[in-house]
């Protein structure tokens, strides 16, 4: 069964540094690809950065990057010089090859402190 | 830019009525998605239609659950008789294509409020 796990329920971070956010996936599937979501409080979900099992290079959008660890199956968001702004829930999320529905991960609530 | 438009973006209802949640996708889009997050906890997969049909369904879109396209713009769930577990944000989303780099956009949601 597809399985995607986010281990830190909640974050602090102060602003201007970097933070990572951790998730972990489990698929037999040679093929998928790892998404990542912002949802604010207002509650609408924000697309920020995707990477597919096959690509080689880590993805990058802007200051947001995803440290992809296929041995490990890890795909952790990283962001970079937080802003207030950043302060929201964060979802990974898993979509398979043959059924495009997402998995989703429990969700991170991310605080940045000024 | 374009967007996944839901409406409304709050609705209560008693329960045993009918609701219908309402969400116009982006418009060169075929593939579709409702979803579902109950307070506090992870987002869920109801139903996926493409081509005018139901391409899956998870176990949680039972027969109270339906999904419409009745033009060419609107994409609908409709809840025949709520109870009280449905109260949930539910989510539209709309993908443009079935391959991997075409991401699925979400709508702003629906908070459905069951009393």
């Known amino acids: 069964a597809q399985k995607i796990t986010q281990t830190q329920p909640g974050m602090f971070v102060q602003e201007k540094e970097a933070v990572t956010l951790d998730c972990t996936y489990d698929?037999?599937?040679?093929?998928?690809?790892l998404f990542w979501y912002k949802q604010p409080s207002s509650g609408e979900m924000i697309f920020l950065i995707y990477?597919?099992?096959?690509?080689?290079q880590n993805a990058t959008e802007g200051r947001y990057s995803l440290n992809f660890q296929k041995a490990r199956k890890s795909a952790n968001l990283v962001i970079s010089a937080s802003q207030l702004g950043d302060s929201a829930m964060y979802f990974c999320?898993?979509?398979?090859?043959?059924?495009?529905?997402?998995?989703f991960g429990s969700g991170t609530k991310l605080n940045v402190k000024p | 830019e374009p967007e996944v438009t839901q409406t409304p973006s709050h609705q209560v209802t008693q329960m045993g009525q009918e609701v219908i949640l309402r969400c116009v996708p982006i418009?060169?889009?075929?593939?579709f998605y409702w979803y579902r997050q109950i307070l506090g906890q992870k987002v869920e997969f109801l139903v996926s239609?493409?081509?005018?049909?139901?391409?899956?369904k998870s176990e949680i879109f039972d027969d109270q659950f339906s999904v419409e396209r009745p033009d060419g713009s609107n994409f609908t769930l409709k809840i025949r008789s709520t109870k009280l577990e449905d109260s949930a944000m539910y989510f539209c989303?709309?993908?443009?294509?079935?391959?991997?780099?075409?991401?699925?956009?979400f709508g702003a949601g629906t908070r459905l409020s069951v009393l």
């Open positions: 999320a898993m979509s398979l090859d043959n059924f495009n529905k997402f998995y």
């Open positions: 698929t037999s599937d040679p093929s998928y690809g």
């Open positions: 990477q597919g099992s096959y690509d080689q």
């Open positions: 418009s060169n889009h075929l593939y």
């Open positions: 239609f493409y081509n005018n049909e139901i391409s899956e």
């Open positions: 989303a709309s993908q443009q294509g079935m391959v991997f780099k075409n991401i699925q956009y």
